[in-house]
């Protein structure tokens, strides 16, 4: 079965942010995101995905999920197959469903998992053949075992790995950068996952900017970071920058805010 390419994509889904963000789910201790703020950032987030060429779809807000603008994390996106997730929280059980109708339009096949287990789209990092899937306290085993036919069927090798602990999702500390390249926080680079890689290491002090997307010829990454961005471009990355504070608050980050996938 063809693959696409892991950082070429023609469009992204996402979903504007509800007033409920402010409830999202974080860490003990985050301040709430303003919803006012959040939607202004998400304004420039989606600026830059258009910039960077691909064709952006944008889904009403859904107040009775607060975390419903981390579309990322009840779908992966395979070619033209969307696998609808089982996100590891009990408050974003309904966004699975509530997304469906939506993936029906566009991918020609919709596959869901049926449990028993759990598995967050955050945690999960394409390459152009591996699939990297980090335990979590979202994503368990039995949840990677029901995925791993549906990725081995697309071409994909799969890498189990470990979320670093005290991390949300495997790609809060990471992104890739391309088909042999990856950023990560030094304590995921040290755990030695992405043996076979080229690893740029995020500096120390920003490993917040870890969680970057690549999308055609430009890194999209956050606002503020300033040694990342300048250790990119030397490196021959075009970069953008959006901010992203609102997010960080309930531990959301770019790569959560976009299905990114190839139609031919
Ligand atoms: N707030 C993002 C999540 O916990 O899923």
């Not at 975390?67 to 699975?96: H, K, M, N, W, Y």
């Not at 053949?129 to 085993?141: K, Q, Y």
Request: proline share 5%.
């Amino acid at each position: 079965m063809q693959k696409q390419r892991s950082w070429r994509f023609t469009h992204t889904l996402s979903r504007r942010p509800a007033n409920s963000v402010k409830d999202g789910l974080r860490a003990a201790g985050q301040a709430d995101p303003v919803p006012e703020l959040f939607k202004e950032e998400h304004h420039h987030y989606l600026k830059a995905l258009e910039r960077s060429g691909v064709l952006t779809t944008v889904l009403p807000s859904l107040e009775a999920f607060p975390d419903s603008v981390f579309v990322e994390d009840p779908v992966l996106c395979l070619s033209s197959t969307a696998v609808i997730l089982r996100p590891g929280a009990s408050s974003r059980f309904g966004e699975a469903e509530a997304i469906r109708p939506e993936l029906e339009k566009i991918f020609d096949q919709v596959v869901g998992l049926t449990g028993p287990g759990f598995v967050d789209g955050g945690d999960i990092l394409l390459t152009d053949d591996i699939a990297f899937i980090g335990l979590s306290e979202r994503t368990d085993r039995a949840g990677v075992e029901e995925l791993r036919p549906i990725l081995e069927r697309h071409g994909y090798q799969i890498r189990v790995v470990t979320t670093p602990a005290g991390v949300l999702h495997f790609k809060s500390d990471c992104g890739l950068l391309d088909s042999e390249t990856v950023f990560a926080t030094k304590a995921l680079a040290d755990s030695g996952c992405f043996n076979g890689f080229k690893l740029i290491e995020a500096p120390s002090g920003e490993e917040a900017a870890a969680n970057l997307i690549r999308v055609n010829d430009f890194v999209i990454m956050r606002t503020g970071f300033a040694l990342t961005r300048d250790l990119l471009e030397q490196n021959g990355y075009a970069v953008i920058t959006v901010p992203a504070d609102e997010a960080a608050k309930v531990d959301g980050g770019l790569s959560c805010m976009s299905l990114r996938f190839s139609l031919k």
